[in-house]
């Protein structure tokens, strides 16, 4: 009998100083030494999670220059620099895409794979996503004049790659994609002539992305821009009704939804998904400073069952925990968060059985 409510992180977990300074090249490093060190880093990730009883996790995407821009290790056709506003990294398409390295991802899968025993979820961000994030009217044109042509292009890549993570062993293959969550902001919907058609094109690519593919459980991160709170900007307001029948039509055996802030609309919404979606429910904060008890975890998730069976609830915080390579948030307290969440997936396993 499969264990209710087994607990994970969404992927990002913050990287120490010394860690990004690995993948930023401070000081340049021989492949071999910059690979021993990062290796022993990556551990010392998997080992707190293991250690706060986590029943799937990841690699903290800490071999990443950005969670995102891992897409420039898959493809030629882009400029990786700095973006001038913010210092943090910035990628770029400026020409047409081309097959580079296929197995990046899958490789951050096989190390994983190789240190734990414990299921493993690999993470890859949404064609929509890079089109939103990757795309320059300016400095994209003569490659892609449209930005659509861009997105279908990025289609390929990553479906070769899930292809890699899923014969690599990951047990959950994940896409996230901030960009469709957008839509359910009043204020971002009314910026598009037809907000719906351009729902329908990112859940159509992220369907390419998937379609065939068996052997893993395949989930999508339907981030709300919560990690937003990390850096202070700005997090997009409304609930997943305006976005219904596009979740619906996912192809995906998984969603993962942000509850903890107030601005997520009302959990009856699960009434209206599919059945047999499971739900990565988003009931612990990754706001800097607020540690929710066990107790105050359960209570979330407790509301949530009173939509859902607990057979489809799995247990996460609201987004990754580091969004933004350079985000600065302490490890000891993203432990404690760990720890509780453990706490509350105990608490509700007694209450419910399992």
């Known amino acids: 009998m499969a264990t209710l409510f087994p607990t994970s992180v969404v992927g990002s977990i913050p990287r120490p100083l010394f860690v990004r300074d690995l993948i930023n090249d401070l000081p340049p490093l021989p492949r071999e030494r910059f690979d021993r060190e990062m290796d022993s880093a990556i551990r010392y990730a998997v080992a707190m999670q293991e250690h706060a009883g986590l029943d799937v996790i990841t690699d903290g995407e800490w071999r990443r220059k950005s969670y995102i821009g891992v897409i420039a290790e898959l493809a030629h056709g882009f400029e990786v620099g700095t973006n001038p506003s913010d210092g943090r990294p910035w990628t770029l398409v400026t020409g047409k895409l081309s097959p580079k390295s296929p197995?990046?991802?899958?490789?951050?899968?096989?190390?994983?794979?190789?240190?734990?025993?414990?299921?493993?979820?690999?993470?890859?961000?949404?064609?929509?996503?890079?089109?939103?994030?990757?795309?320059?009217?300016a400095r994209s044109a003569e490659a892609y004049p449209r930005r659509e042509d861009f997105v279908r292009d990025c289609?390929?890549?990553?479906?070769?790659?899930?292809?890699?993570?899923?014969?690599?062993?990951?047990?959950?293959?994940?896409?996230?994609?901030?960009?469709?969550?957008?839509?359910?902001?009043?204020?971002?919907?009314?910026?598009?002539?037809?907000?719906d058609a351009a729902a329908d094109f990112a859940v159509e690519c992220v369907n390419s992305v998937v379609?065939?593919?068996?052997?893993?459980?395949?989930?999508?991160?339907?981030?709300?821009?919560?990690?937003?709170?990390?850096?202070?900007?700005?997090?997009?307001?409304g609930g997943y009704r305006p976005i219904l029948e596009q979740l619906n039509r996912l192809e995906v055996h998984h969603l993962t939804m942000e509850f903890t802030?107030?601005?997520?609309?009302?959990?009856?919404?699960?009434?209206?998904?599919?059945?047999?979606?499971?739900?990565?429910?988003?009931?612990?904060?990754?706001?800097?400073?607020?540690?929710?008890?066990?107790?105050?975890?359960?209570?979330?998730?407790?509301?949530?069952?009173?939509?859902?069976?607990?057979?489809?609830?799995?247990?996460?915080?609201?987004?990754?925990?580091?969004?933004?390579?350079?985000?600065?948030?302490?490890?000891?307290?993203?432990?404690?968060?760990?720890?509780?969440?453990?706490?509350?997936?105990a608490i509700l396993r007694r209450r419910h059985g399992g």
């Open 261 to 345: 802030a107030p601005g997520a609309g009302d959990m009856a919404v699960f009434k209206e998904l599919r059945a047999d979606f499971e739900i990565g429910l988003g009931c612990v904060s990754v706001e800097p400073g607020k540690i929710d008890s066990g107790e105050a975890i359960a209570a979330r998730v407790e509301k949530a069952l009173e939509f859902l069976a607990p057979e489809r609830i799995t247990v996460n915080p609201d987004c990754g925990f580091a969004p933004g390579s350079a985000a600065e948030v302490p490890m000891d307290e993203v432990y404690r968060k760990l720890c509780n969440e453990v706490e509350a997936a």
């Open 155 to 195: 289609v390929p890549i990553l479906r070769r790659e899930v292809e890699l993570v899923r014969d690599a062993g990951a047990d959950i293959i994940q896409i996230d994609d901030p960009h469709l969550c957008l839509f359910v902001d009043p204020d971002v919907r009314a910026k598009y002539e037809d907000p």
């Open 211 to 237: 379609e065939g593919i068996t052997g893993a459980k395949l989930a999508v991160h339907l981030c709300r821009r919560a990690g937003a709170r990390v850096r202070g900007e700005h997090s997009h307001e």
């Open 103 to 137: 197995g990046f991802i899958a490789n951050e899968i096989s190390f994983l794979k190789s240190i734990t025993d414990r299921k493993v979820k690999a993470t890859l961000p949404s064609p929509a996503l890079l089109g939103e994030r990757m795309w320059d009217p």
